[in-house]
C-alpha cells in the first residue's frame, strides 16, 4: 500500500489455498489419489500445452482423381458424434453416409458397399456400463450382422476407425478383426468420473493407416468419455503390443513424457495407450476425438501459427490416400 508491501506470495501458494475446498470434495467424491494427483500439479513445474508436428500441416497428401469413396458413419442408439465425424471425412474427401445399426438389421444398407466405416463416439444405450460392449454384442450375436462385418473387416481394400464409444466397441469385435489379439478392453475411468477435457497426445511410430507420417507429433485433443481405461486381457498382450508398435496414441505430460497420473493421463490407462490400430494398419481405434478439432477454432487453446484447418484433419486425409 503506497511503499508498504502488504502481502508477498506466489501464485501457486495462493492457488492451492484457493483450490483446497474443491480437493477435499473431490477426495470424497472420486477416486483421493487422483485428487491428490491433480492438487500436487499446482505447484509442479508446467511448459504448458504445446504442438509439435513431425508432418507439414498446410501440405495435403495428394489424392488422384476426384471420386469420393463411401464411408459408413455408423451409430447405435444414443450415439451424438456422428454429424461431426460426418463432416471430417467429408473434408477429406469422402462422401459420408449415415448407417444406423437398423440399417444394416432391416438391409436398407450393407458393408459391402462401403470402402470405409466408422463406429461414432457418444452415448450408445444411455451410456449404461459397458454400453460399447452391448453394442457389440448386437454384431456377434446375429449371424447376419456378424457375417457382414466379419466379410468386411477381411477385406484387403476397407478401412476402419472406432471413436470414444465405437473404439470401446470395435475393441470387442477383435474375433472379427484379423491383427487385433493384442486389443484392450476399455474399462472405467481410474478417476471413476466422466473425464471432458483437452489432452496432449504423442502419435507413436506404427502400421495405422490413418496416421501415417505423423509420429512423433504431440498434439492436443478433445477427450470426453467415461470409460476409456486400456485393460488388457494380460501382460503379454500389452508386451505384443508394446514390441510389436501397434500402439498409435499415448497420453503425455506437457514436458512430452509419458503420462501415468491424472488428469495429463485422463483415464488411467498403462504407458498412457490410448490409441491402437491392427496388425495391417487397417483398423484403428481410439478413446480420443479427433472429429471434434479437424479445425484450428474448435480448441480451447490451440498455437497461434495454425491455419483453419487444424493437424487433426491429417488423419482423415490419409484415409483418403490410402484409397487412392
Known sequence: HGEALILESDRASLQAIWASTSHAIQRLRDNPECADEEFARIAAPDPGLHGHLSFAADSAPAVLGGARPRVAVLREQGVNGQVEM?????????????????????????????????????????????????WAKSVLYNEGLRDQFGSFFERGDSFALGVCNGCQMLSVLRELIPGSDHWPWFQRNRSEQFEARLSLVEVQASPSLLLADMAG?????????????????????????????????????????????YPANPNGSPGG?????????????????????????????????????????????????ALA
Request: overall charge negative; charged content about 25%; hydrophobic content about 40%.
Open 86 to 134: 460426418a463432416a471430417a471425412f467429408h473434408r477429406a474427401g469422402f462422401a459420408a453416409v449415415d448407417v444406423t445399426m437398423s440399417d444394416l438389421l432391416e438391409h436398407r444398407h450393407g458393408l459391402d458397399d462401403f470402402q470405409g466405416l466408422v463406429a461414432c463416439g457418444g452415448f450408445s444405450f444411455g451410456d449404461v456400463l459397458g454400453a460399447g460392449e452391448g
Open 217 to 261: 507429433s504431440r498434439l492436443p485433443i478433445a477427450v470426453a468419455h467415461g470409460e476409456g481405461r486400456a485393460v488388457f486381457p494380460d501382460e503379454a498382450a500389452r508386451e505384443r503390443c508394446e514390441t510389436g508398435g501397434l500402439v498409435g496414441l499415448r497420453y503425455v505430460e506437457n514436458d512430452g513424457s509419458v503420462a501415468s497420473a
Open 273 to 321: 495407450i490410448t490409441a491402437v490400430c491392427s496388425e495391417d494398419g487397417r483398423v484403428t481405434i481410439m478413446m480420443p476425438h479427433p472429429e471434434r478439432v479437424i479445425l484450428s477454432r474448435q480448441f480451447s487453446w490451440a498455437p497461434s501459427d495454425w491455419g483453419d484447418d487444424a493437424p487433426w484433419l491429417r488423419l482423415f486425409q490419409n484415409a483418403r490416400r
